[in-house]
């Protein structure tokens, strides 16, 4: 049973991300009483109870955020969490750093890249897996120097190929 919760609590750590992702940073934050929770997130913060007031005040409304969002999930948007889980636990610790590098990269973006960056990502994922798939490998053969012309040209909403170095018509960057 305790894995359970253990499992359940970082399942809804994970779940508060998107919503923490779109917060700014504003007056400090106010403490969140173990008694202005409901019982279902007393149950899912259960392993807190005890040590509850002495969390950061930062920490516990993330915790009370992310069980009132687990809690308001369907079976499919929980089986999907618990998957994202696993899959966050089975990475090597690099690469989950290199992870949080990133998204302390995009937290520190202004609010209108980063609804970019978001639109960018909403429409990537509207592509075909086989197209995905496929600019995934034409990104990580390219040069840094292609890679910019993909990322200048995607600006533009003009997809198309990124020729070698010296073939693009714009002169080399030195």
Same mark, same amino acid.
């Given at each position: 049973? #305790?894995?359970?919760? =253990?499992? +359940?609590?970082?399942? $809804?750590?994970?779940?508060?991300?998107?919503?923490?992702?779109?917060?700014?940073?504003?007056?400090?934050? /106010?403490?969140?009483t173990w008694s202005s929770l409901?019982?279902?997130?007393?149950?899912?913060?259960?392993?807190?109870?005890?040590? !509850? #007031?002495?969390?950061?005040?930062?920490?516990? *409304? /993330?915790?009370?955020?992310?069980?009132?969002? !687990?809690?308001? &999930? #369907?079976?499919? *948007?929980?089986d999907q969490a618990r998957e994202?889980? @696993?899959? !966050?636990?089975? +990475?090597?610790?690099? *690469?989950? @750093?290199?992870? =949080? #590098?990133?998204?302390?990269?995009?937290?520190? +973006?202004?609010?209108?890249?980063?609804?970019?960056?978001?639109?960018?990502? =909403?429409?990537?994922? *509207?592509?075909?897996?086989?197209?995905?798939?496929? $600019? =995934?490998?034409? !990104?990580?053969?390219?040069t840094p120097q292609q890679r910019?012309? &993909? +990322?200048?040209? /995607?600006?533009? %909403?003009?997809? %198309?190929?990124?020729?070698?170095?010296?073939?693009?018509? $714009?002169?080399?960057?030195?």
């Open positions: 049973m #305790n894995k359970v919760r =253990r499992l +359940l609590f970082t399942l $809804l750590c994970l779940a508060a991300l998107p919503v923490l992702a779109q917060e700014s940073p504003a007056a400090p934050a /106010a403490p969140v409901t019982p279902q997130q007393q149950q899912l913060l259960s392993r807190y109870g005890t040590q !509850w #007031n002495t969390l950061p005040a930062e920490r516990q *409304q /993330a915790l009370a955020r992310g069980t009132e969002r !687990w809690l308001n &999930m #369907n079976t499919a *948007q929980r994202r889980f @696993q899959h !966050w636990n089975a +990475l090597p610790p690099e *690469q989950k @750093q290199a992870l =949080r #590098n990133r998204w302390q990269s995009f937290k520190a +973006l202004p609010p209108e890249q980063r609804a970019a960056v978001r639109q960018g990502f =909403r429409r990537f994922q *509207q592509l075909p897996p086989q197209r995905r798939q496929m $600019l =995934r490998e034409q !990104w990580r053969a390219a910019q012309q &993909m +990322l200048e040209r /995607a600006r533009q %909403g003009r997809p %198309g190929p990124v020729h070698p170095p010296g073939r693009s018509g $714009l002169p080399p960057h030195h």
